[in-house]
């Protein structure tokens, strides 16, 4: 089956700097990847939808100077956290869809762990 | 627009019991419908889901959901539960568009008593 992974599982960062999260198709050609913040009990919010080769389009009340999303390939997508900040910590989570499967399933990455201090 | 509706943050049933949770959608097309689990710090696995055809549909773990359109239902059912089936359950729909995004539903958490 199709897989994704991210990378790190999980970071810590201080206050300020940023921090880059990796999204990769393994064995299949992600022509859109999406890019979801979850916090403790809660759902996942969609917070971009990243097309590759394009811009991405963000959700309404996403910072994209913040979260700024790169999809230079159609096997990679990074989300990149700007100058973050305590209240920046979540788990984030990224999909990605196979073109090839008429559902347009999306495969989900194992999800990335992000610590401000 | 879409939405869904996820009755009930949290179920509790005794291992060996039937597993329903419920999950009603409202979409302005045809929608595609899914369920999710997902366990502590992981990310989400597909159970199974609903495009077109027969309404119900069976997946993984012994899982097995109908597509109600008269109810803009699509419960999620197991007929025993497991002790491994204790975790978060999302139910998703995918709207019309091109991208097709993904709209989940907040989630119920299932426990499993021993």
């Known amino acids: 089956g199709a897989v994704v992974s991210q990378h790190p599982s999980w970071v810590i960062c201080k206050s300020g700097t940023s921090v880059k999260i990796e999204c990769r198709s393994l064995d299949f050609q992600a022509t859109t990847m999406f890019w979801y913040r979850q916090f403790p009990k809660q759902s996942l919010m969609l917070m971009a939808t990243?097309?590759?080769?394009?811009?991405?389009?963000?959700e309404q009340g996403v910072e994209k100077d913040k979260f700024l999303i790169n999809h230079a390939s159609l096997t990679l997508s990074t989300l990149t956290v700007t100058s973050a900040h305590p209240e920046d910590s979540s788990f984030y989570i990224c999909?990605?869809?196979?073109?090839?499967?008429?559902?347009?399933?999306?495969?989900f990455g194992p999800g990335t762990r992000l610590t401000v201090t | 627009a879409q939405s869904v509706t996820q009755l009930g943050s949290h179920v509790s049933v005794s291992e060996g019991a039937l597993v329903l949770l419920r999950c009603n959608y409202s979409?302005?097309?045809?929608?595609?419908l899914f369920w999710y689990v997902q366990y502590p710090n992981q990310g989400l696995q597909l159970l199974l889901k609903?495009?077109?055809?027969?309404?119900l549909v069976k997946g993984i773990n012994g899982f097995e959901a109908e597509f109600k359109k008269s109810e803009t239902s699509f419960h999620l059912t197991k007929p025993s539960a497991h002790m491994s089936d204790a975790a978060e359950y999302f139910c998703a729909v995918s709207g019309g568009g091109s991208a097709r995004q993904l709209t989940f539903g907040s989630g119920t958490q299932l426990t499993v008593l021993p």
């Open positions: 979409s302005s097309v045809p929608p595609y």
């Open positions: 990243s097309n590759e080769g394009s811009k991405a389009t963000y």
């Open positions: 999909s990605a869809r196979d073109p090839g499967g008429g559902s347009y399933e999306q495969y």
């Open positions: 609903y495009t077109t055809g027969a309404t």
